[in-house]
């Protein structure tokens, strides 16, 4: 059949720009370089920013693993997955250390990447600053000049309303001690794997036309005030249901039927790993 | 005994609305009746303003409504920006390590500069305290986010600087963690001037403070700043219409009319004989 696009589906302009783009990002980290989001065959809003740093940095050789939530499985992971192969023919695959790029919603993978890898996250809100400031040129303001007292001070009140930090997913960051960055929603949990990573995070907003990015090496803070610390979520001992690992992210699940709470691996591929490496073993609870 | 280096000196500054023209200085002021330029119809609302703020002083400009004094203020604070003008400091190295700032003029710095002279050196007192509150932010909060501006990341010590400003402003300490929205227009002034004064600031702007305020207020909170003044050596800009504000508080005194300063000189001097017609009619006016 004679294929009636470019290889990657956009075309070879378009994925030059964005790549200059991908190179600002790394060159400036976590600043949010604004590119020119092109259309695709899925509506903004549903990972067409991963998508398009996907389809421009993807090569024939490479392996693909796309994650929703974690998940290998779930549908909008499935269909990008299968649009990027269709366009491509590049393999793909559930196993994090196979893969050569992964994209993502929401999580990072639990095992670690390596150097040979890059990181592509879905990003719906890339300006961190947004909840404390509605209006975009007042946002870049206050990048520009490092401005950053008011998302301080939102920390702090809710520090002294509700002796906890309210904010759960979408932990604002301090990357390389410059730029306040949105690390997309990914839970607490994933912040600390940004932090001097092996890896090459790309973050995509299709919507909001931005791109930015964590190179290797970076140094990646959580915001936190010296007498309250940042943490992770804690499962207070909770552990995965399938395969019995206490030290992953978990969902909480309820069952409909028992009405019972029980607890499953987040990120289902190494879930399945762990099965597969005691012989297909499940637990039982 | 050597000279005493004004704190803060002030060369030609003009800030003109519009898009100005050459002929926009010598159609207005005081001799013309305006502030709106003749030929292009911009507005200027002070030009050519000059003086020196010492250490330890406080400075009083008076004027009408709209001669230009709350414009000076807002564009010493940085709120606006100057169309020309110099201003210096004096010892920037004092507060601002490693930087290069001595003997600049600080309108030509860059906004981030101009922030950290702002957040190490001056604090503001507006008339209106929706302008220097967060209404929706906790009083304690308010003081915190100046605090934070100065790299404070220790929750408990930003509390304890709260308390110690709020008690400093006898504003119960209690009521800390409400929002300034909840307190009534006195109390608000005095939380502004308590977060005004959380950086420790060496130079304190205070823009028709007691206006709006009834007289008993009026006259607490007067006092409150002549206290805070002694006790921590500020140097003050206090801009007001009320002569009877500027005779309590101030030793110096500028007069503005039109976007010009008209008169300068001692307080009392220019209270008892003042020289300008426009003050004279200031002053025989008071009630």
Same mark, same amino acid.
């Given at each position: 059949?004679?294929?009636?696009?470019?290889?990657?589906?956009?075309?070879?302009?378009? &994925?030059?720009?964005? $790549? $200059?783009?991908?190179?600002?990002?790394?060159?400036?980290? #976590?600043?949010?370089?604004?590119?020119?989001?092109?259309?695709?065959?899925?509506?903004?809003?549903?990972?067409?920013?991963?998508?398009?740093?996907?389809?421009?940095?993807?090569?024939?050789? +490479?392996?693909? &693993?796309?994650?929703? *939530?974690?998940?290998?499985?779930?549908?909008?992971?499935?269909?990008?997955?299968?649009?990027?192969?269709?366009? !491509?023919?590049?393999?793909?695959?559930?196993?994090?250390?196979?893969?050569?790029?992964?994209?993502?919603?929401?999580?990072?993978?639990?095992?670690?990447?390596?150097?040979?890898?890059?990181?592509?996250?879905?990003?719906?809100?890339?300006?961190?600053?947004?909840?404390?400031?509605?209006?975009?040129?007042?946002?870049?303001?206050?990048? #520009?000049?490092? +401005?950053?007292?008011?998302?301080?001070?939102?920390?702090?009140?809710?520090?002294?309303?509700?002796?906890?930090?309210?904010?759960?997913?979408?932990?604002?960051?301090?990357?390389?001690?410059?730029?306040?960055?949105?690390?997309?929603?990914?839970? $607490?949990?994933?912040?600390?794997?940004?932090?001097?990573?092996? !890896?090459?995070?790309?973050? #995509?907003? #299709?919507?909001?036309?931005?791109?930015?990015?964590?190179?290797?090496?970076?140094?990646?803070?959580?915001?936190?005030?010296?007498?309250?610390?940042?943490?992770?979520?804690?499962?207070?001992?909770?552990?995965?249901?399938?395969?019995?690992?206490?030290?992953?992210?978990?969902?909480?699940?309820?069952?409909?039927?028992?009405?019972? $709470?029980?607890?499953?691996?987040?990120? !289902?591929?190494?879930?399945?790993?762990?099965?597969?490496?005691?012989?297909?073993?499940?637990?039982? *609870? | 005994?050597?000279?005493?280096?004004?704190?803060?000196?002030?060369?030609?500054?003009?800030?003109?609305?519009?898009?100005?023209?050459?002929?926009?200085?010598?159609?207005?002021?005081?001799?013309?009746?305006?502030?709106?330029?003749?030929?292009?119809?911009?507005?200027?609302?002070?030009?050519?303003?000059?003086?020196?703020?010492?250490?330890?002083?406080?400075?009083?400009?008076?004027?009408?409504?709209?001669?230009?004094?709350?414009?000076?203020?807002?564009?010493?604070?940085?709120?606006?920006?100057?169309?020309?003008?110099? %201003?210096?400091?004096?010892?920037?190295?004092?507060?601002?390590?490693?930087?290069?700032?001595?003997?600049?003029?600080?309108?030509?710095?860059?906004?981030?500069?101009?922030?950290?002279?702002?957040?190490?050196?001056?604090?503001?007192?507006?008339?209106?305290?929706?302008?220097?509150?967060? %209404?929706?932010?906790?009083?304690?909060?308010?003081?915190?986010?100046?605090?934070? %501006?100065?790299?404070?990341?220790?929750?408990?010590?930003?509390?304890?600087?709260?308390?110690?400003?709020?008690?400093?402003? /006898?504003?119960?300490?209690?009521?800390?963690?409400?929002?300034?929205?909840?307190?009534?227009?006195?109390?608000?002034?005095?939380?502004?001037?308590?977060?005004?004064?959380?950086?420790?600031?060496?130079?304190?702007?205070?823009? /028709?403070?007691?206006?709006?305020?009834?007289?008993?207020?009026?006259?607490?909170?007067?006092?409150?700043?002549?206290?805070?003044?002694?006790?921590?050596?500020?140097?003050?800009?206090?801009?007001?219409?009320?002569?009877?504000?500027?005779?309590?508080?101030?030793?110096?005194?500028?007069?503005?009319?039109?976007?010009?300063?008209?008169?300068?000189?001692?307080?009392?001097?220019?209270?008892?004989?003042?020289?300008?017609?426009?003050?004279?009619?200031?002053?025989?006016?008071?009630?």
């Amino acid at each position: 059949m004679k294929q009636h696009y470019n290889f990657a589906f956009i075309d070879e302009g378009a &994925k030059r720009e964005i $790549r $200059r783009k991908i190179l600002k990002a790394v060159a400036i980290p #976590g600043y949010q370089v604004p590119f020119g989001s092109r259309e695709l065959p899925i509506a903004r809003g549903w990972g067409t920013g991963g998508i398009q740093i996907t389809l421009s940095v993807i090569g024939p050789d +490479d392996v693909l &693993k796309v994650i929703d *939530q974690g998940c290998d499985g779930s549908v909008n992971a499935v269909n990008i997955k299968k649009f990027v192969s269709a366009v !491509t023919g590049v393999k793909t695959t559930t196993d994090t250390v196979e893969a050569t790029v992964i994209q993502t919603r929401h999580r990072i993978p639990e095992e670690k990447m390596t150097e040979e890898q890059i990181l592509v996250l879905q990003v719906p809100y890339p300006e961190a600053l947004r909840t404390v400031e509605p209006s975009e040129m007042e946002t870049r303001r206050m990048h #520009g000049e490092a +401005d950053y007292s008011r998302m301080w001070l939102y920390l702090y009140e809710d520090v002294v309303k509700y002796r906890e930090i309210s904010i759960g997913a979408r932990y604002p960051v301090m990357v390389n001690g410059r730029y306040i960055m949105d690390p997309s929603p990914i839970p $607490r949990w994933d912040i600390p794997k940004l932090h001097m990573a092996d !890896t090459l995070y790309l973050f #995509g907003a #299709g919507r909001e036309k931005r791109i930015y990015a964590i190179p290797p090496y970076t140094e990646v803070k959580p915001l936190e005030f010296e007498d309250f610390k940042f943490r992770v979520e804690d499962f207070k001992g909770a552990s995965c249901m399938r395969c019995g690992s206490t030290d992953t992210f978990l969902d909480e699940i309820i069952d409909d039927a028992t009405g019972k $709470r029980i607890y499953l691996c987040s990120d !289902t591929g190494y879930c399945d790993k762990v099965i597969e490496s005691r012989g297909g073993q499940q637990c039982r *609870q | 005994m050597p000279p005493i280096i004004p704190i803060i000196e002030v060369k030609n500054l003009t800030k003109i609305f519009g898009n100005g023209c050459p002929h926009c200085r010598n159609s207005t002021g005081p001799e013309h009746e305006t502030n709106m330029c003749s030929n292009c119809g911009s507005v200027v609302a002070c030009s050519d303003v000059f003086f020196e703020l010492y250490p330890g002083e406080i400075l009083g400009i008076v004027g009408e409504s709209g001669s230009g004094k709350s414009t000076v203020v807002k564009l010493l604070h940085f709120d606006w920006e100057a169309t020309s003008g110099e %201003m210096y400091i004096q010892k920037p190295e004092v507060r601002i390590q490693n930087s290069d700032l001595d003997g600049k003029n600080l309108f030509l710095l860059s906004p981030y500069q101009k922030r950290q002279i702002i957040n190490s050196f001056m604090g503001i007192v507006y008339q209106n305290p929706h302008l220097g509150l967060r %209404m929706d932010v906790s009083s304690g909060g308010n003081i915190a986010e100046r605090l934070i %501006m100065a790299n404070w990341k220790n929750i408990a010590m930003m509390r304890g600087r709260a308390s110690e400003l709020l008690e400093k402003t /006898e504003i119960p300490v209690e009521r800390m963690d409400e929002p300034p929205r909840n307190f009534s227009g006195g109390m608000q002034q005095r939380v502004q001037i308590a977060k005004a004064l959380s950086n420790n600031p060496l130079i304190l702007f205070l823009d /028709e403070v007691t206006t709006g305020l009834d007289v008993s207020v009026q006259a607490r909170v007067l006092d409150l700043i002549r206290n805070l003044q002694r006790e921590l050596n500020l140097s003050i800009i206090l801009v007001s219409h009320d002569l009877g504000v500027i005779r309590l508080l101030t030793k110096r005194t500028v007069v503005m009319k039109y976007g010009r300063i008209v008169e300068t000189g001692l307080t009392d001097q220019i209270l008892e004989d003042p020289q300008h017609p426009y003050t004279q009619i200031l002053v025989s006016s008071q009630l």
